[in-house]
DNA sequence: CCCCATGTTCGACA
DNA sequence: GTGTCGAACATGGG
């Protein structure tokens, strides 16, 4: 599930956590989650701190406990968050879980491409602090966007969209929702867009990226139908625009949906 | 049984 | 270096 928007949802279900000491780690420590960080150290550490914030950028959140201790959080493909009642007895999906007197923040993840990371400094870690702009912030201004197309003039537009580095927390849904919403096939490459074009998608990318987190960030609310969204889960959809039937090609080596009477090229 | 999945990474290849 | 492609990871759902 989770990109940019859903991952600022799940980091907000731990709220209910800050402030509060952890008093239980409770983790599998030999699950894929934690192949780049330590299980066992990570027990050790966040035993007896505090949960002092929550932060979230890309797809990619950051847990800050009070001895300088810093949880990593990568949901991969379905990962998620959520409270649970202190006397949890964890199954076997959720892999690590932070006892206090009150709750217990749980992370499952059935399929285990998400991962964690954990490192104790004093400033953020490399991993945290190193993470490009956002599309959502002022920070990704045209000029921004202008080197990314002309760093990667030939690359389809969706496989484009999909690079972390370049936007950082665009997903699979939101790519296809950028394209759809500017009118672009989602195999053209930026030497092929006009000025006008090219702009578009500028627009587009900050428009998806404030609406997903405003309809979907918040309290996880529905679409409207307006969106491609809606449209686009099951086979025999129809572009809400032209009323005609929504496509889905491979591009980038992923599912891609998109509408042919509007998305020329 | 088959195919698919809102993600990332790696190796082979043009 | 650029870009493409397929496979791999592990599990569940239709």
């Known amino acids: 599930m989770p990109e940019l928007a859903e991952v600022e949802f799940y980091r907000k279900q731990w709220s209910p956590g800050l402030g509060q000491t952890i008093e239980k780690v409770l983790l599998h420590p030999k699950a894929r989650i934690f192949r780049e960080a330590d299980s066992t150290a990570i027990g050790k550490a966040l035993k007896g701190s ?11 959140m950051c847990f800050r406990f009070s001895n300088d201790s810093w949880l990593g959080i990568h949901l991969g493909m ?6 649970a009642h202190p ?3 964890p ?15 749980v ?8 991962k964690v990371l954990h490192d104790r ?3 953020p870690p490399v991993w945290w602090a190193g993470l490009p702009p956002q599309p959502q912030e002022s920070a990704f201004d045209r000029k921004r966007f202008r080197e990314i197309l002309s760093r990667h ?5 969706k496989a484009l969209l999909l690079d972390q580095e370049s936007f950082p927390g665009v997903g699979n849904w939101m790519a296809d929702e950028i394209l759809w919403r500017a009118r672009i096939h989602p195999a053209s490459r930026p030497l092929e867009l006009s000025a006008y074009k090219r702009g578009q998608l500028f627009g587009k990318v900050k428009e998806v990226c404030a609406d997903a987190l405003r309809v979907i960030g918040t309290d996880w609310g529905n679409p409207p139908d307006s969106w491609l969204f ?3 889960w099951k086979r025999g959809g129809t572009c809400p625009v032209s009323g005609q039937p929504l496509e889905f090609i491979t591009v980038g080596g992923r599912t891609t949906c998109y509408s042919p009477a509007i998305q020329k090229a």
């Not at 199954?91 to 923040?105: C, P």
């Not at 992370?107 to 998400?114: A, C, E, N, S, Y």
């Not at 003039?153 to 537009?157: A, E, G, K, T, V």
């Open 50 to 60: 505090r949960l002092v914030d929550s932060l979230a950028h890309g797809k990619q």
């Open 78 to 83: 379905s990962g998620r968050l959520q409270t």
């Open 87 to 89: 006397e949890i007895v």
């Open 91 to 105: 199954s076997r999906h959720e892999h690590l879980v932070l006892v206090t007197d009150k709750l217990a923040l």
């Open 107 to 114: 992370f499952t993840d059935p399929r285990m491409f998400g």
């Open 121 to 123: 400094s004093a400033s």
């Open 153 to 157: 003039p030939r690359q389809p537009l």
């Open 230 to 232: 809606n449209h686009r």
